[in-house]
């Protein structure tokens, strides 16, 4: 038959699991991992707490539990977005609370081949025209990413205007920032410069 001895052995069984759970949270390396392994903890954690009547850590748990586990539906579903993300189709919203806004007349070169390459683009209105390898881009692109990857950081092409042009625009830390806060932003950037490496025509500086 159990005794309170029994039953006061199973209760430090339980804190020792959720502490080492804890522990491993700590060292995961991924958000799910690291949340599911902290969301056992607190079930084990407000278990073992209940029984023992330490109720200070059992609201603690109680209160972090449904956090956790609203974090790894929110990665799950970031996942799940990352899975299906067009290479095209760059939102500006994106770049909005980062970017700052310039103009170009037809005509106007925005940067020539060689030059340091300090700011990413984005076309809002207009076309622009690498001159080197022939190609016009149009409302909607995304370019300037390859200078910040290269051994250099300098433009490949020489931009020029065809038409009134419109554009946002953010520097390198900038570009850091907006990487590790906006994972889709993240991923997306990663597609295409895995294109425009693999198509050498649709190469964009």
């Known amino acids: 038959m159990p005794t309170w001895k029994n039953f006061n052995d199973i209760l430090q069984y339980l804190g020792w699991i959720a502490m080492a759970l804890t522990l491993c949270s700590t060292f995961s390396r991924t958000i ?49 977005k990352l899975k299906v993300a067009p290479v095209t189709g760059v939102h500006s919203s994106w770049l909005y609370p980062h970017a700052r806004e310039s103009t170009l007349s037809a005509g106007q070169v925005l940067f020539r081949k060689g030059d340091p390459g300090d700011r990413l683009y984005y076309l809002e209105s207009g076309s622009i025209l690498f001159d080197e390898i022939n190609v016009e881009i149009h409302p909607g692109t995304l370019f300037g990413e390859i200078a910040f990857f290269t051994r250099d950081g300098r433009r490949t092409q020489t931009a020029i205007a065809t038409s009134e042009c ?11 920032q907006l990487y590790f806060q906006n994972p889709e932003f993240g991923w997306h950037l990663i597609q295409l410069i895995a294109q425009r490496l693999t198509a050498p025509t649709e190469r964009v500086p």
């Open 32 to 80: 799910i991992r690291l949340r599911l392994l902290a969301a056992y903890s607190n079930v084990l954690a407000i278990i073992s707490s209940i029984a023992a009547g330490f109720w200070p850590n059992a609201v603690q748990n109680a209160i972090q539990l449904p956090l956790n586990i609203h974090r790894i539906r929110e990665a799950r579903r970031q996942v799940e």
């Open 166 to 176: 419109k554009l946002l625009s953010i520097d390198g830390d900038q570009l850091k």
